[in-house]
């Protein structure tokens, strides 16, 4: 059955940690973090129609919602809980995710790292930038790239792996499609699971996944990585990449993922044009609906460079660290960067602006 109501958190503020406020003048927690969201953007769909208005808490929870009032009230709770800890790190402050892509034809480092050796020094580089959590990648997923086969990737992504887990204590999580780079990768000691399509690609992947009892991040995409961006079709992008999410939250939870184990991204530049792409990102809070932290990954992608007319990928740090900000400010709680410095410090600023708290450390 399609959801028939959607509830997007807006009007956030600084809320001072575990103080017991009146939620409907002061605002609600949004995930046991110190962001408080003071209205809602309540969103329903009928077939083809979409309706949106914007209002406070105080008439949300005045307003009689019919037959919406137990899927309303479940979104609520669904972004009020807290988030509990991503293999011990917590994820009530914004968390920062480095790419380290292991391939010859990366988009952005161009081959650079090359060599084993060059791809842990550049891991071990981002964590001590700041990086929580190291992304190690040895298929390319952007639009445009072609499948790598399952054993050209192993031998890519496993010698890093095993020499970086000897070296560090941050969070690896491994960036692939398959069953086999999964299992082999857990058994290397990575930490995290993360999928570019949501466990669907590989028929073995979510039970191969369940079984390693790793978190899983599930990415929202429209099709394979080689076309999907040449005819993405939506009815409503925003609502079917929740739709989609929500979904594959239930497939995990059907195949022994518990919630507390999975994280979602909607996806950036995955089967969406540009207008798709801005609407994701301008609704962002509208998937801590689905009850899970969220994670965006907008890094020196394309839609930077259609914005801003800035062709070369290298020259989008200023637009990524928007868009990173941006997510943040609704309370995303990883997002995924190739420039950890350069993030930290603008989440450093923006936290300490915000908070009026210069200890803010992220
Ligand atoms: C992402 C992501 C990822 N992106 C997660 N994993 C890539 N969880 C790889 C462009 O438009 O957002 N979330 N793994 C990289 N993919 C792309 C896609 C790179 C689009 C560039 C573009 O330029």
Redesign the pocket.
């Known amino acids: 059955m399609r959801r028939s109501i959607y509830l997007r958190p807006i009007g956030f503020v600084p809320r001072p940690a575990g103080e017991d406020l009146d939620e409907t003048s002061m605002g609600v927690s949004l995930a046991g973090s110190n962001l408080a969201f003071t209205g809602l953007e309540v969103i329903e769909r009928y077939g083809k129609s979409v309706e949106r208005q914007c209002i406070a808490l105080s008439e949300f929870f005045e307003r009689d919602w019919g037959r919406h009032t137990m899927p309303a009230s479940d979104l609520l709770e669904a972004m009020r809980e807290p988030r509990g800890r991503l293999k011990g790190v917590s994820l009530d402050r914004p968390r920062i995710m480095g790419i380290v892509n292991v391939t010859p034809d990366s988009?952005s480092d161009g081959g650079k790292l090359g060599s084993v050796q060059a791809a842990v020094a550049h891991a071990l580089e981002l964590e001590a930038m700041g990086a929580d959590i190291l992304?190690i990648?040895g298929e390319?997923?952007?639009?445009g790239a072609a499948l790598v086969p399952v054993e050209e990737e192993l031998s890519r992504v496993l010698p890093v792996l095993k020499a970086l887990r000897e070296k560090t204590d941050a969070l690896i999580s491994i960036?692939t499609r398959k069953a086999p780079v999964m299992a082999a990768a857990a058994e290397a000691g990575v930490d995290i699971i993360?999928d570019?399509s949501a466990l669907t690609f590989d028929p073995d992947a979510l039970k191969v996944a369940a079984e390693t009892r790793l978190p899983v991040?599930l990415?929202h995409a429209q099709g394979d990585p080689e076309t999907m961006n040449d005819e993405p079709v939506y009815q409503d992008v925003v609502l079917d990449v929740f739709d989609f999410l929500e979904k594959r939250i239930f497939a995990c939870e059907a195949a022994g993922i518990p919630k507390s184990r999975i994280i979602a991204?909607p996806?950036?530049?995955?089967g969406k044009h540009l207008h798709h792409n801005i609407a994701v990102l301008a609704s962002m809070s509208l998937y801590h609906g689905l009850g899970v932290p969220l994670?965006?990954?907008?890094s020196?992608?394309?839609?930077i460079?259609q914005l801003c007319n800035v062709e070369l990928?290298t020259e989008r740090v200023p637009g990524s660290i928007a868009a990173a900000l941006s997510s943040i400010s609704q309370g995303v709680q990883i997002v995924?960067v190739h420039d950890v410095s350069e993030t930290k410090q603008a989440i450093c600023v923006w936290q300490a602006a915000l908070f009026g708290d210069e200890d803010a450390v992220i």
């Open positions: 988009f992304d990648g390319s997923t952007r639009p960036d993360n570019v991040m990415m991204d996806g950036i530049g995955f994670l965006l990954g907008a020196r992608k394309k839609l460079g990928a995924r």
